[in-house]
């Protein structure tokens, strides 16, 4: 038998990822493939799979530790090779290395050798005395008026904190030398930021990246029985980044009604005739993405210094996927190379993916454009949130059947209601007008996909 240490595998970008559940106990038999520990990133739940099957020894990880692409998290003992497993049978362990004494040991005098540890490094010598004295420090550190004490630097020194903590601190537009570490050897934690800018709202001051004060809290109590409850993580995430969006994205929401009456005929005769259950997702699917080739800054980014988009030649098209935990985004790629039956399947299996907490991060990467569709609970118009840093966000309700004048007579038709969010930084009121006239025909006469 030999042991192998199991490892985080590659998980994108991500960093200090959460461990939220042990999935074994030390000296379980497990296959191949099955799940040892389960992560959880920013936007999506993932299991550790085991490499080969064994017995698992020697876990160390728990829940609540954090892990990296490369953390060992348990060694599992597998058939190794026959001089592998004569020797684990042997008993027998190398012999200690007497070449070198250990600390203490008697010297050739004697006298015991003093732990002196590494050698240090050897120190330039001091500055003549005649030297220039520094500059006295400025009296105060107050910062500037109007200029939100978080943000001031302190120093130079660098604070030490891992990357997830500095992302955080972006995010909360706090300086991380402001803040006071409570992690061995004061290194700085996500809570000390958090603690940090709570502090800072409470004595009254504002908030860094917008500049609006934060709500006053209440005591609900004082009017009636409540219950806490803790909000979901991918909720929490969903929170901070449409905060983030609304915040820093100019909205403008463009609505229209798409006459789908014989789309829908077609969906369900195409329904029956292949088997596979369409609904009308992967249809406005393909008909963005004939509409983005027409109008293709909706198919852009803003460049971060804004004076430049980046106009992407390829379409990634994204969708909003309900869960027990809160909205997720998968992205389905190349739209442009697929037909609406491949796009319904690989819609289905996402969407399965996402309700089971099985998305992995990079299927929902890369998204162009955004549909999120309420056409399976209800309701009209709405004005959805730009999924930044795209520049537009399609929301699509349920269709209702109305009477339509033909020029002769009231039809009953079956209209869609279709609400285009955008980035008016990047795209102006006639160009969405533009678009959403020309997606509204495309979903109205599915010939015009084809062209």
Same mark, same amino acid.
């Given at each position: 038998?030999?042991?192998?240490?199991?490892?985080?595998?590659?998980?994108?970008?991500?960093?200090?990822?959460?461990?939220?559940?042990?999935?074994?106990?030390?000296?379980?038999?497990?296959?191949?493939?099955?799940?040892?520990?389960?992560?959880? #990133?920013?936007?999506?739940?993932?299991?550790?799979?085991?490499?080969?099957?064994?017995?698992?020894?020697?876990?160390?990880?728990?829940?609540?530790?954090?892990?990296?692409?490369?953390?060992?998290?348990?060694?599992?003992?597998?058939?190794?090779?026959?001089?592998?497993?004569?020797?684990?049978? #042997?008993? &027998?362990?190398?012999?200690?290395?007497?070449?070198?004494?250990?600390?203490?040991?008697?010297?050739?005098?004697?006298?015991?050798?003093?732990?002196?540890?590494?050698?240090?490094?050897?120190?330039?010598?001091?500055?003549?005395?005649?030297?220039?004295?520094?500059?006295?420090?400025?009296?105060?550190?107050?910062?500037?008026?109007?200029?939100?004490?978080?943000?001031?630097?302190?120093?130079?020194?660098?604070?030490?904190?891992?990357?997830?903590?500095?992302?955080?601190?972006?995010?909360?537009?706090?300086?991380?030398?402001?803040?006071?570490?409570?992690?061995?050897?004061?290194?700085?934690?996500?809570?000390?930021?958090?603690?940090?800018?709570?502090?800072?709202?409470? #004595?009254?001051?504002?908030?860094?990246?917008?500049?609006?004060?934060?709500?006053?809290?209440?005591? +609900?109590?004082?009017?009636?029985?409540?219950? #806490?409850?803790?909000?979901?993580?991918?909720?929490?995430?969903?929170?901070?980044?449409?905060?983030?969006?609304?915040?820093?994205?100019?909205?403008?929401?463009?609505?229209?009604?798409?006459?789908?009456?014989?789309?829908?005929?077609?969906?369900?005769?195409?329904?029956?005739?292949?088997?596979? &259950?369409?609904?009308?997702?992967?249809?406005?699917?393909?008909?963005?993405?004939?509409?983005?080739?027409?109008?293709?800054?909706?198919?852009?980014?803003?460049a971060p210094d804004g004076e430049?988009?980046?106009?992407?030649?390829?379409?990634?098209?994204? +969708?909003?996927?309900?869960?027990?935990?809160?909205?997720?985004?998968?992205?389905?790629?190349?739209?442009?190379?697929?037909?609406?039956?491949?796009?319904?399947?690989?819609?289905?299996?996402?969407?399965?993916?996402?309700?089971?907490?099985?998305?992995?991060?990079?299927?929902?990467?890369?998204?162009? +454009?955004?549909?999120?569709?309420?056409?399976?609970?209800?309701?009209?118009?709405?004005?959805?949130?730009?999924?930044?840093?795209?520049?537009?966000?399609?929301?699509?309700?349920r269709a209702q059947m109305k009477?339509?004048?033909?020029?002769?007579?009231?039809?009953?038709?079956?209209?869609?209601?279709?609400?285009?969010?955008?980035?008016?930084?990047?795209?102006?009121?006639?160009?969405?007008?533009?678009?959403?006239?020309?997606?509204?025909?495309?979903?109205?006469?599915?010939?015009?996909?084809?062209?």
């Amino acid at each position: 038998m030999s042991r192998t240490d199991v490892k985080v595998p590659a998980i994108g970008d991500y960093k200090d990822v959460p461990v939220i559940e042990v999935l074994v106990k030390d000296g379980d038999r497990v296959e191949k493939d099955a799940a040892l520990i389960t992560l959880e #990133s920013e936007k999506a739940t993932m299991e550790v799979p085991a490499p080969e099957a064994g017995v698992v020894r020697g876990i160390r990880v728990k829940t609540g530790d954090r892990v990296s692409e490369g953390t060992v998290i348990l060694a599992l003992e597998t058939a190794g090779a026959e001089g592998a497993a004569r020797a684990e049978g #042997s008993g &027998k362990r190398p012999a200690p290395d007497t070449s070198a004494p250990a600390a203490g040991a008697p010297g050739p005098g004697g006298q015991p050798k003093p732990d002196i540890g590494p050698k240090e490094e050897q120190r330039p010598p001091p500055a003549p005395t005649h030297a220039r004295p520094a500059d006295p420090a400025p009296a105060s550190s107050a910062p500037e008026p109007g200029v939100p004490p978080w943000t001031v630097q302190a120093g130079k020194d660098i604070p030490h904190a891992s990357p997830m903590v500095r992302r955080v601190a972006r995010e909360f537009g706090v300086e991380l030398t402001q803040v006071k570490g409570s992690g061995p050897k004061g290194r700085i934690i996500e809570d000390d930021v958090k603690g940090f800018v709570k502090q800072s709202l409470g #004595s009254g001051r504002r908030d860094a990246g917008s500049g609006i004060p934060s709500i006053p809290p209440q005591d +609900f109590s004082l009017y009636g029985p409540v219950e #806490s409850k803790p909000l979901a993580r991918i909720r929490k995430i969903s929170a901070q980044h449409l905060h983030r969006a609304w915040l820093n994205v100019p909205h403008v929401t463009q609505h229209d009604e798409a006459d789908i009456t014989e789309l829908e005929a077609f969906r369900k005769a195409q329904s029956e005739e292949t088997g596979t &259950k369409l609904t009308l997702l992967p249809f406005i699917l393909k008909a963005v993405s004939v509409a983005l080739k027409q109008f293709p800054e909706f198919n852009s980014s803003l460049a971060p210094d804004g004076e430049s988009l980046v106009m992407k030649q390829y379409c990634h098209l994204g +969708f909003a996927a309900d869960t027990p935990n809160g909205l997720v985004v998968p992205v389905v790629r190349d739209v442009w190379g697929k037909g609406i039956v491949q796009l319904a399947n690989e819609c289905g299996e996402l969407a399965k993916k996402a309700r089971d907490g099985k998305l992995k991060a990079d299927e929902m990467k890369g998204g162009c +454009f955004s549909v999120s569709s309420l056409g399976g609970i209800g309701g009209g118009f709405f004005t959805p949130i730009v999924n930044a840093p795209e520049v537009a966000i399609l929301g699509v309700s349920r269709a209702q059947m109305k009477p339509v004048w033909d020029g002769k007579t009231f039809a009953p038709r079956l209209l869609c209601p279709l609400s285009l969010s955008y980035d008016h930084r990047v795209i102006d009121g006639a160009y969405a007008a533009r678009f959403i006239v020309v997606l509204g025909k495309l979903l109205a006469d599915l010939r015009r996909v084809a062209l």
